[in-house]
């Protein structure tokens, strides 16, 4: 997995690939995630994008809550707030939809 600084990570999750940026990370998953911090009604979506995917799905976690993922649908993002960090994490996360959006 590579390993790379927090602001890169906006072009690794908007392409989609795996990477580690300290408390920051997107991987491809072939298995439902654990819960984390993520409140019980986002994490029920979770599962169900999960099970509606049909073989794997990319998650991106913060201090290893899922904060945000990609189905055949398209993007979730979820919208519990949790420490100023992951706050700053999920605004990652909207700036590299934004930057999939202007790719487009």
């Not at 890169?8 to 580690?20: C, L």
């Not at 993007?75 to 202007?102: C, D, I, M, P």
């Amino acid at each position: 997995m590579k390993q790379l600084n927090q602001r890169d990570a906006i072009h690794y999750i908007a392409t989609g690939q795996e990477f580690k940026a300290s408390a920051l990370s997107g991987k491809r998953e072939t298995y439902t995630p654990d819960s984390g911090r993520l409140n019980s009604g986002e994490f029920s979506r979770l599962v169900v994008d999960f099970n509606n995917s049909g073989r794997s799905m990319y998650v991106v976690y913060s201090y290893g809550t899922p904060i945000a993922w990609h189905t055949a649908e398209g993007w979730y993002v979820v919208e519990q707030k949790f420490s100023v960090t992951t706050s700053k994490h999920s605004n990652y996360v909207r700036r590299a939809l934004a930057e999939l959006v202007g790719a487009n």
